[in-house]
């Protein structure tokens, strides 16, 4: 009935429309709403469908790889709000869309049908709108001090730039198979170049399977190098799945059907199949990743211009640790403990680690993490929930775990030592302090300690050298070919097993080493096999494995992922191109002439560009032309950079993205009154190995935990690492009855509240008088002198902002015959900063 109406409305609406549009703003709204409240009923109920079809498979055990994929990459809080409100707009668009075609039967002006003024209400009414409104970032406090939970107002000119929640960046523009929506190969038979695309897992099984037998081990690099890259991923990015376990247009469950249907995009098994069975009913269920808003239906999109789809990071741009603190307020508060005044975040209340705290529990009902069961094959085994993280994926693996357990040790430790250093300061500022103190620790490992080893030392020093100086103009946003392919090199890099070293970095059968297949979702190995303490010696005392041409991705991740029992396991590899070509990345020699390097044409030139003829041979084999191939393929095919462990494509979307982050932070560690000199000086020295002593019963650590033990980089005693010490992080307290102030961070990137006494001030002009004569011009550059050697100018403009400062209070001063105190007061509160 609803049907009907809305398509006999519209009918007359269209009709209206031509003869007069403004009659059409009228009439057609009633039916926009109604199908609009149609489309939301759609959508309502296909998400509760498929919450409680998962909360009864997780509780009948018989989860699927798929499912525990697609519940990892659930939405939640915030990040769901925005995923529905996507679905209800997209919904809505299409219900009119459909209907008007059955009724017409001919195409029809967008912009007929829909003035921009109903655009603008459904905008409104499904939630779309509130996404993109700029937020007040007047009423937020301590905005120079600390971060927004969710970075908004990072960037003032720009509040949501890197926020979470808000779509990822294209380099590239995206390349659908219908142009707007559908992915890359959406219709099978479609040509690129004049060549249809190869199945992904054909791709898989031809060129990145291997054989844990012939795995080569990095010679230089230890595994913690390989799961500190996944710790940073999920800082950096988390693209949502839609909730929907079923197609909306069809309502056939994705895992139920091979059909292409939205969002359900299945991997097609290819004939011969070493593991699965091909057939027009085999497949492995693929669900593709939620678009943003408004992006993704053509005729319909705000001024009949074509809005590619695009896909939502639910994670800010900044290296900020949402991975330990939250990307969204509710989900930062929850993590905190709020029980007590120590700034601390909450901790397992139930169980520890040989005395040491652990993550807690999250509160979901479903619990993934049950698997101690299946695993172990006892069926009294006490099964534990999943642990709670700023990240939603701080289960995927019990190494991951370890990091978070780690790094949420080391706030405690530090919130707690501040205290010991200002016991007046409260909650709020004991836990920005320790928030602020761990985020800047973390972008020192990074570009420090991690990306050399990565990129290589031509993009480090081209791209990643010396802090350039924040500028607000630089776009931190994470591109879509950095989560969809290029950060993913990594998968290439991570060992079929997790290793488990006693306190002699020795295998022991007490707590024996664990393939990676057996350690997804397996909180409770942490609980009740030994602590984070083994996995730790684990990842430091073995090499990480390399990713050579010959053998790419072992069999843990590409035939065993998320499997516990006999259910289809999920293959990574085919899920990074499958999913390349869901958010429709351009391929290979797309990118690589965008980082200004040679597109091989034929066989040839890419045996050259891979220094591989075989390989060359085979991947042409699948794709038939270079320009074919899926970038993440092709990236992680090309042999390393020097000193990196990334080809060159990679080499230049990783060093890109990393720049970006860091030049475009307001908060970076390193920008002008984030840190005093002193604290700065005091955090260059922080390093892994302190954090592993600081934050396990671990005593003897690589004094590089990047780099394997050798004669140069051998296990020292904990003492011999050094700490960061955190006496610039005293203050005074403040005397009197100036009871506000007390608790307040002394503030040195500020003018101070005390003012010089007249006669200093008068001496301080008079020093600069007899030194540079009664010319003003040379006063101020004596006076230059000075600053430069008191606090650092880190641009022309800060040098002539000061210049003119200097040269108007001294040609003030001339002029009225008294001594100004502005200026050198403002020069004493810097000299009592630094010293
Ligand atoms: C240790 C075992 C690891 C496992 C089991 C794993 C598994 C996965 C899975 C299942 C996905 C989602 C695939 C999809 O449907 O698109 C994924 C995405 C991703 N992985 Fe891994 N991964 C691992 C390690 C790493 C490492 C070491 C890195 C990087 C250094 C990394 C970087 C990424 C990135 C950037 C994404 C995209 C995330 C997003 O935007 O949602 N992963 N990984
Ligand atoms: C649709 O209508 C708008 C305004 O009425 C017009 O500018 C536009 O060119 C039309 N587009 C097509 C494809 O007819
Ligand atoms: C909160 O902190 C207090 C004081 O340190 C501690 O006793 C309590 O166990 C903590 N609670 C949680 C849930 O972490
Ligand atoms: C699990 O136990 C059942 C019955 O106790 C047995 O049949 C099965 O082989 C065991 N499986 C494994 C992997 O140990
Ligand atoms: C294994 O670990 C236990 C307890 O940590 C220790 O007592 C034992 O000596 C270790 N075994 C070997 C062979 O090192
Ligand atoms: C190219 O491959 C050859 C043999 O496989 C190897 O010896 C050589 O070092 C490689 N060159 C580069 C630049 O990787
Ligand atoms: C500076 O201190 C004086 C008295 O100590 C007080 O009256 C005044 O309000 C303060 N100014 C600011 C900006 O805090």
Redesign the pocket.
Known sequence: MNQLVCVLMLGICVMQANSNPSISEGLGRPYLMECFEEAKTLVDDAYKYSRDESLSRVRREVVSPADI?RL??QPRGDSRSAVRSADYMAQTLRLLHDRVHRVHKRSLNATDLLPREDLEVLSKISGCAARVSDPSCRTIQNLDKYRTATSVCNNLMSPRLGASNTPFKRWLPAQYDDDVALPIGWERNRRFNNFVLPLVRDVSNRILASKDEGLVSDSEYTHIL?????????D??????SPSLRSFSNGLNCDESCERSEPCFPIQIPPGDPRLPSGPDSCIP??R?APVCGTGYSEYNFGSVANKREQI?TLTAFLDLGQVYGSEEKLAMDLRNLTSDAGLLRVNDKYKDNGRELLPFSPLHANMCATRRRVTNDSNAQEVPCFLGGDV?VD??I??TSLHTMFLREHNRLARELKKLNPWWDSETLYQEARKIMGAYNQVFIFRDYLPHIVGDEAMSMKLGRYPGYDPNVDPR?ANV???A??????L??QPMLTRLDENYQENASNPNVP?FKA?FSPWRVIFEGGIDPLIRGLVGNPAKLGTQENMLVD??RER??QFVEHLA?D?GS??M??GR?HAIPRYNAWRKFCGLSQPSNQAELAEVLNNTGLATRLLQLYRTPSNIDVWMGGVAEPFVRGGRVGPLFSCLIANQFKNIRQGDRLWYENMGVFTPNQKKALSTANLARIICDNTGISRVPKDPFRLVNAENSLVHCSSIPRVRLSPWRERPREGPDEAGAGKEQQCGQRLNFTLEKPIACTFYLILIVFAGTNAILAAIAAEVIIMNVFFVSSFGQYIHTYIFITYELIHMFNSHTCPQILPTFLFNKLICKY
């Open positions: 994929l990892m990459k390989t799961l500190f890259g996944q710790w940073i991923d999920h950096l990015t988390f693209t949502p799945f693929v669900f990743s990071n994926r995927e693996n190494a991951l994470i950095f989560s969809t290029a950060y993913r090199f990594a998968h890099a991570i990676l997804f843990a991740v992922l998320f999920l990574l899920l990074n499958q999913r869901d």
